[in-house]
């Protein structure tokens, strides 16, 4: 009998921006808007390792993705960021089918500088912890 793929949890929709990166990596869903962004992922087989859990530069892909969204998103129109610095710690992980998310804490949007945390979670788990600089781009 063939495994059946769990249903994105209610309020997900497809993201709101992707780009062929993405397009290949995901499918990426959010829901929530500017800082209160969440964006999550159904683990299919295509992001395991040969362990069978999520791989980690997958979960900095998310990481990545969440943090730049949600702070260049959290003040009406967007403002253009450039990752200057990515930290993640692994602290568990997730396995085939699991639903991960990751939820940000925007620390300053400022006119040069944005800094942002996140959790990464799998279900009422953290596992990841994601720091992330972001230079503000010149208008």
Known sequence: MPMTT???PEGFQ???RSSPFLDTTG???GKGQGAALVIGLRVLEKHCNTRGTIHGGLLATLADVALGYATAYSQGNPVGLTTASLTLDYAGTAKLGDWVEARVDIQKLGKR????NAYIWAGDMRI???SA???VDAD
């Open 113 to 116: 500088l944005a800094f942002a």
């Open 6 to 8: 769990p249903a994105i």
């Open 27 to 29: 499918p990426f869903y």
């Open 14 to 16: 497809p993201l709101f």
């Open 133 to 135: 600089s972001f230079t």
């Open 128 to 130: 990841v912890r994601a």
